[in-house]
C-alpha cells in the first residue's frame, strides 16, 4: 500500500532546530534557528561578552579570564542546543583565536567537552558576512563590512553573489589597544593594511553595508540621536556624512548617556568611539553612497550558505509574511489568491510595490484573531514591527498603512506619515481599501474571487461578478467598491455576465 502523506510539507523547512556558535573577540553567541529554510525563525539567542580578544594586541593571546568565562557560557550553550534538539550544531571561531598564541589551546579545551569548532579563516570570515547580508537583503550591491572585536572584514556582493573577500586587523579591541592615535594615525594604518590586502584605491560609490554588534549599536545610537521613528534596525540607512558627526557626538556624551539614548548594553559603550573612528575614516577612504545597516551577518550567512539554490533564490520578505499569514489567519494560501485579484489596479505601479504588496495580501487575515476593536491595530503592528527583512523603513511603512485601512483603520498612524509622503501613504491606503473590497466580497474564502474581476476601465473601477454570485454585491461590499473607486478617482461600475 502507498502511504498518503497527512501533511503538507511546509516549504523547504528541514527537520529540527539548528544551532550556531559564533566565538568572536568581543562576544560568543549562540543562536537557535527554526529549521534551515530561507527566513529561519530564532528559537533563541544568547551572548555574554567574553572579550576574547581583549589582551590580544598587547599579549598575543587569548584574555585568560575570558577564557574561562568563554568557556563556562559555551558548555551552556551546548547544553542547551541539545536539550532544544537542535539536529546540527556548528561552531566557528574567528579573528581573536585565529590569532592568538593559545588559540589551538582553547580549541583542544572545546573539543574535550564535545564540542568541535572550525576555525575561520579571514576570507572566509568575509564571504561569511556577505552571504548574511544577501539573506536579508537579496538585492544588496556594494561592498559588506563586518566589525567585529580583532578584525574588520570586507567583502563585496552584486547580483547575489560574494565576491573575493579580506580581513584587516582593525576589531574594536585592537583599535583600543592602538594606544594615543589620532584620526590620522588611524588612518595611515587602515590606507596601509588596506593596501596589503589589496585594494586598488577605488572608491566604492554604491552602499557600505554594515555588520557587526559595535557597528549595530552605533547605529542605534543615530537611531535615538536623530529621533527615528521606527524602532528597527535592519536595513536603517545612514547617510555617509553622519560617521564624523557619531564621532563628536560620542565624544562629547556621558556615556551613561549613552546607554540611555540608544538602549544599547553597558558592555557595548566603550567600543563606540572606536567604532565610529573607524567608520569615519572609511567613508572617507571608501567613499560609500550610503550606510546601511544588516542585521544579518555571519551566523545567518553560514545558515543561508548552505541552503539549496532554489531555496536562496526564494524572497524573504514573502517567506516570511506567507508564514506569519498562515499562522494567523483563517483560509491559507487566500493571500496569493487575494494579489492576484487586486494587482489589475496597480501595473503601472513601481516594480518594487509589487512585492510589498503581495507581503500585504499574505498578511490580509492576520487581524482577524485579534479583538474586533483591534484589528486595524493588530494588523498595523505586525507589519510594522514585525520580523521582516529584504525591507526598509518605507516599505515597512507601506506594509503598515496598507494592512491598518484593510482592517477599516481611519486615516494616517504618525509612524507612517513620519516615513512616507502623501503620495507613498495614498498608494498604500488603495492596496488596503482593495484589499478590504475583496476580503469583504469573499469572505476570505476562494470561490468569489476565482469568479469575478476588478479592473479599471476608462473613468470607472469595474468589478464584474459571475451572474451567480451577485447576491454577494451586499450594501458592505457596494460600499467598500465605492471607497476604492473614489480613492483612485473613479466610478465603481458592477457588471455581471
Ligand atoms: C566579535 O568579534 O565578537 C564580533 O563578531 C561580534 C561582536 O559582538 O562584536
Ligand atoms: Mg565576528
Redesign the pocket.
Known sequence: MTSIPFFRAATSRAQGPVGII????????LVIYEGANRMPSILFNE?I?AG??RGLAKSGALDPQAVERALVALARFKRLAEDMGAASLRTVA???VRDASNGKDFIARLSAIGLPVELLPGHEEAALAGHGVLAAIPDADGLVG??????LELAPVADGEVGEGVSIPF???RIAAMKAHTARDLERAVVAALIKAGWTGAPVDRPFYLV???WRALARLHMALSSFPLPIIHQYQIDPGEAVRLVRSLSQLDPKRVKNVGGISSS?VP?LPHAAQLLAVLVRLLKPSVLIVSAY??REGLLHRSLPADVRAQDPLICAAREEGVRQGRFPEHGDLLDRWIAPLFHAAPADHARLRHAACLLADVGWRAHPEFRAERGFETAIHGHWVAIDAAGRGMLGQSLFTHFGGEGVPHIVSDLLDDETIAAARRWGLAMRLGQRLSGGVAGPLESSKLTIDGATLRLELAGGDVALYGEAVERRHRLLAESFGLKPTLTSN
Do not use: E, P, Y
Open positions: 559564533d566565538i568572536g573577540s568581543n562576544s560568543v553567541r551572548k561578552m576574547l580578544g574567528t579573528a581573536a563586518d566589525l567585529g572585536g580583532g578584525s576589531g574594536v579591541l557587526g554588534g559595535s557595548r567600543a551577518g555571519l
